[in-house]
């Protein structure tokens, strides 16, 4: 009966990993759900006016938070973060920024992430895939 239950055990762990590798999937679209995490990986860069910092071999982590409408984009190699922005979605996996006094480009999706974003005389700039 212990040999069952062991036995048993190992399955029920089997299944539960094979179903949390399946859950976490590439193809979902940002725009499409309430929460979003994400990697991104590619070319990247960061000017504040009086230095820059750039890699082809970048990563942004990205995250949808609060009401499903806020980012955070977290940059590799010492580029400093943007959180807190806010988009709304327009049309089919279109996102707008809302409220923006910055000049902006953002796009993301389930594959890739294209992103010019200028504020208080500092800019990011990414263009990476997932």
Same mark, same amino acid.
């Given at each position: 009966m212990k040999n069952a239950i062991k036995i048993l %055990?190992?399955?029920?762990? =089997?299944?539960?990993? /094979? +179903? &949390? =590798? ?6 979902d679209d940002p725009a499409d759900n309430d929460f979003?995490?994400? !990697?991104? $990986?590619? &070319? +990247? &860069?960061? *000017?504040?006016?009086? #230095? #820059?910092?750039?890699?082809? *071999? %970048?990563?942004?982590?990205?995250? $949808?938070? /609060? &009401?499903?409408?806020?980012? *955070? =984009? @977290?940059?590799?190699?010492? +580029? ?8 709304? $979605?327009?049309?089919? *996996? ?12 953002? @796009? +993301?999706?389930?594959?890739?992430? $294209?992103?010019?974003? !200028?504020?208080? %005389?500092?800019?990011? #700039?990414?263009? /990476? /895939? @997932?």
């Amino acid at each position: 009966m212990k040999n069952a239950i062991k036995i048993l %055990g190992v399955f029920m762990l =089997f299944m539960f990993t /094979a +179903i &949390s =590798f399946t859950s976490c999937s590439n193809d979902d679209d940002p725009a499409d759900n309430d929460f979003f995490a994400g !990697t991104y $990986k590619g &070319s +990247i &860069s960061y *000017n504040d006016g009086s #230095t #820059t910092n750039s890699t082809d *071999n %970048g990563e942004v982590f990205v995250t $949808k938070i /609060a &009401s499903g409408t806020k980012y *955070n =984009f @977290r940059f590799s190699n010492g +580029i400093p973060d943007l959180n807190g922005l806010e988009f709304e $979605k327009q049309g089919d *996996n279109s996102l707008v920024m809302v409220g923006s006094t910055a000049l902006v480009y953002v @796009r +993301i999706d389930n594959n890739e992430l $294209k992103m010019f974003y !200028t504020a208080d %005389g500092k800019t990011w #700039t990414a263009n /990476a /895939a @997932r």
